[in-house]
């Protein structure tokens, strides 16, 4: 039976919480019995190391199949949040998609960013009306990427995905990559992950900052609270 994906996570230096491993297996068990019964094995990699841009570059360079979905070892999820976006990807003929999850940081807010059309800025977005919506950037936290993604950066750009662009994180740094490509990112709402703090980081907590969802291209407001640590937003940056 050919391999059909691959499902992996990263644990820096070694560490995965109880909270993520009892989600893992739920995920693999619902995997096994119906995801891979029909169409083919599910293959799954674990990534070590303590640099995530070096941890990802490598799950790109070492995953089998058609697929590469990429879980951070600090979340938790449902058993059949795979299973889902991978239909998803079908579905939608993604190239990459994201399950949605927020930052473990006041006012936690999404790990998914759109383009601001006249300040060519990229924020946070903060409203969706479809179980399924176009974004210009996604976390890496829960992501799946078709392996034509990776073979584009790398004959095109001559770049790995996940290397470090400037100061841009690793995974806004892939984000760079797939704009300049024009390889379409979405982010699929219906796959709502948990982030682990030591509590977990949900919608409930993004919804109580009181930046209530307008319009999905309406994001003025993200841009109006200050961070309490020390008083400068880092949230809208330069694309």
Known sequence: MRTIGT????????YVPTEFMESWYQMVQFNEQ???SETGEIYYLRAKGSMHSTMRNWL???????????????????ADSAYR???????????VISGLYFRK???FLPEAHILHKKTKMMAPC???DQDVIRVDAVGAGFLAVRRDVFDQIKIDLGEQPFSLKGNYSED??????????????????TVQVGH???QIIDADNFMETGIHPGRVDDIADVNTYKQEEDGNSDDSKAY
């Open 60 to 78: 790109a360079e070492n995953f089998m199949g058609d697929w590469l979905i990429q879980v951070d070892a600090d979340h938790v999820f449902e």
């Open 7 to 14: 499902v992996s996570f990263l644990a820096s230096m070694g």
């Open 126 to 128: 903060t409203a969706w």
């Open 196 to 198: 682990l703090m030591p």
């Open 105 to 107: 940081k006041y006012p």
């Open 172 to 189: 806004f740094s892939f984000g760079m990559r797939c704009r300049a490509l024009g390889i379409r990112t979405l982010l699929d709402t």
């Open 34 to 36: 119906f995801m891979t």
């Open 85 to 95: 976006l991978i239909r998803h990807m079908l579905e939608y003929d993604a190239p």
